[in-house]
């Protein structure tokens, strides 16, 4: 069965960065385009960014454009979203998640999501 | 970018009876060449991450009850649980993704009255 586990959250001080890891199984990960959501303390969901199968089509949302980049390694069957310059409003639990189409270049809704990591940004 | 709205933000509903939730879309998420509308429910249960339940506005993903259904085309679209059960309270989200940004509605919570 698909599983998705996000790890790499923490606390972490305005200005500073982090990587964040999803690692895939249960599904042919280099064929599937990925996602990052997030979600602040009792807020709804932001769809971040996304990425496609084999890494040549990446989008971001407005608010994360420049600072964060989404990326994977295929080999490692691994997910990664770089965030930089990170402030209080990043502060949110971070979900990966799996487009549903194999070997499309195009990317559309998340089947499948993980347990998500939790971003502390505080000084 | 595309701009989802929501209504309610929230509704409690008898066990048993219709629960009808609404989405907007800012413009149209059908690809008419497709003749698809690009629009995803989830269900978030307390605690526990979001789960998919309708993809092209009207699919109901494997596993998901029948009782769960949506509706609509274009701009305006509904998801409707047709007798309200108890584990069905959770927040409901529409998803657009038609174009990116990957845009989600503000949430509507469904409650037990």
């Known amino acids: 069965q698909v599983q998705l586990v996000e790890s790499g959250g923490g606390v972490v001080q305005p200005g500073r960065s982090l990587r964040l890891s999803c690692a895939a199984s249960g599904f042919t990960f280099s064929s599937y385009g990925m996602h990052w959501v997030r979600q602040a303390p009792g807020k709804g969901l932001e769809w971040v960014a996304v990425i496609s199968y084999d890494g040549s089509n990446k989008y971001y949302a407005d608010s994360v454009k420049g600072r964060f980049t989404i990326s994977r390694d295929n080999s490692k069957n691994t997910l990664y979203l770089q965030v930089n310059s990170l402030r209080a409003e990043d502060t949110a639990v971070y979900y990966c998640?799996?487009?549903?189409?194999?070997?499309?270049?195009?990317?559309?809704?998340?089947?499948?999501w993980g347990q998500g990591t939790l971003v502390t940004v505080s000084s | 970018d595309i701009v989802m709205t929501q209504s309610p933000d929230s509704l409690a509903v008898s066990l048993g009876e219709r629960a009808t939730i609404n989405c907007r879309s800012s413009?149209?998420?059908?690809?008419?060449?497709?003749?698809?509308?690009?629009l995803a429910w989830y269900q978030q249960k307390p605690g526990q991450h979001p789960k998919l339940l309708i993809y092209w506005a009207s699919t109901r993903e494997s596993g998901v009850p029948d009782r769960f259904s949506g509706s609509g085309s274009g701009t305006d679209f509904t998801l409707t649980i047709s007798s309200l059960q108890a584990e069905d309270v959770a927040v409901y989200y529409c998803q657009q993704y038609y174009s990116t940004p990957f845009t989600f509605g503000p949430g509507t919570k469904v409650d037990i009255k």
């Open positions: 998640a799996k487009d549903p189409y194999y070997s499309d270049s195009r990317t559309y809704y998340c089947d499948h």
């Open positions: 413009q149209t998420v059908l690809y008419s060449s497709k003749n698809k509308n690009y």
